[in-house]
Nanobody
């Protein structure tokens, strides 16, 4: 069974960079043909796919967040990370990592439990 666990600060100041890590167990992040995504859900709103890193290291980003988002991985630790720069209070959300064979939210088969990140001074 694949398990994903998000970790990182729960509070980030405006204009700073939000950094989260997803640690994966029970499966390798280099397994063909899976992609590993970051998804968020602001309070009272729907899920938003942010971006992904594929099994071969290629990145895919949401056009609306591309200029502020970077996703990387450490295959030796079997983990991947999110960096979101220049955050504002509107970036307050529960952040999830997930695995899927495509970038469609409906196609994600394993999810982390999510971690709340609040952007506030």
């Amino acid at each position: 069974q694949v398990q994903l666990q998000e970790s990182g600060p729960g509070l980030v100041k405006p204009s700073q960079t939000l950094s989260l890590t997803c640690t994966v167990s029970g499966g390798s992040i280099t397994t063909t043909y899976y992609g590993w995504s970051w998804i968020r859900q602001p309070p009272g709103k729907g899920l938003e796919w942010m971006g992904a890193i594929a099994y071969d290291g290629r990145n895919y980003y949401s056009p609306s967040l591309k200029s502020r988002t970077s996703i990387s991985r450490d295959t030796s630790k079997n983990e991947f990370s999110l960096q979101l720069s220049s955050v504002t209070p509107e970036d307050t959300a529960v952040y999830y990592c997930a695995r899927g064979l495509n970038l469609d939210l409906a196609g994600m088969d394993y999810w982390g439990k999510g971690t709340l990140v609040t952007v506030s001074s």
